[in-house]
T-cell receptor, first 109, second 111 residues
Framework: GQNIDQPTEMTATEGAIVQINCTYQ??????LFWYQQHAGEAPTFLSY????GLEEKGRFSSFLSRSKGYSYLLLKELQMKDSASYLC??????????FGGGTRVLVKP | DSGVTQTPKHLITATGQRVTLRCSPR?????VYWYQQSLDQGLQFLIQ???????AKGNILERFSAQQFPDLHSELNLSSLELGDSALYFC??????????FGNGTRLTVT
């Protein structure tokens, strides 16, 4: 299967850092995506990892370990607008993406 | 704006009916994907097309069908609708090995 596991919900304080973990099946793996989705809106692309290591993009960073089937998304200097669901997605051959259930992040003042 | 256009934005219909959802991909993208998202649930992959041909199939019911036309727009047909089909239906498009870009979705309510 292509089980993708991520926590259901996380709460953090404005200005803090939150790390969202994602584990996935390694067979047939061809890349790992992170998307942000506000309630009722379209998912928007945040980051993409295909090689091991950390990719930094402003306040957001994403890490991948292919051998461990593990990724995380790091959100720094949290802002209220970062309250959203964060979706981990595994890519297989043919650019087919399978999404995890999403992690709902609530940022409190 | 992702460049992916979905119509209609909202659809309210009765059980047993049939509806068609439409998607226009970003300019230049050959791949189109359909996903279903029920309330507070994750994105469930339905089907993928590439340049007019079916590429991959997910958990798509037999009552549902889709196609991609020569101009690359796609339609998702949902028939014999049930209450449980109420959901957000997203279309996404991509180029080769590039991220998926999602449309704003069609919210289907079956009453």
């Amino acid at each position: 299967g292509q089980n993708i596991d991520q926590p259901t919900e996380m709460t953090a304080t404005e200005g803090a850092i939150v790390q969202i973990n994602c584990t996935y099946q390694t067979s047939g793996f061809n890349g790992l995506f992170w998307y942000q989705q506000h309630a009722g809106e379209a998912p928007t692309f945040l980051s993409y990892n295909v090689l091991d290591g950390l990719e930094e993009k402003g306040r957001f960073s994403s890490f991948l370990s292919r051998s461990k089937g593990y990724s995380y998304l790091l959100l720094k200097e949290l802002q209220m607008k970062d309250s959203a669901s964060y979706l981990c997605a595994r890519r297989a051959a043919g650019n087919k993406l399978t999404f995890g259930g999403g992690t709902r992040v609530l940022v409190k003042p | 704006d992702s460049g992916v256009t979905q119509t209609p934005k909202h659809l309210i219909t009765a059980t047993g009916q049939r509806v068609t959802l439409r998607c226009s991909p970003r300019s230049g993208d050959l791949s189109v994907y359909w996903y279903q998202q029920s309330l507070d649930q994750g994105l469930q992959f339905l089907i993928q097309y590439y340049n007019g041909e079916e590429r991959a199939k997910g958990n798509i019911l037999e009552r549902f069908s889709a196609q991609q036309f020569p101009d690359l727009h796609s339609e998702l047909n949902l028939s014999s609708l049930e209450l449980g089909d109420s959901a957000l239906y997203f279309c996404a498009s991509s180029g080769s090995n590039s991220p998926l870009h999602f449309g704003n979705g069609t919210r289907l309510t079956v009453t």
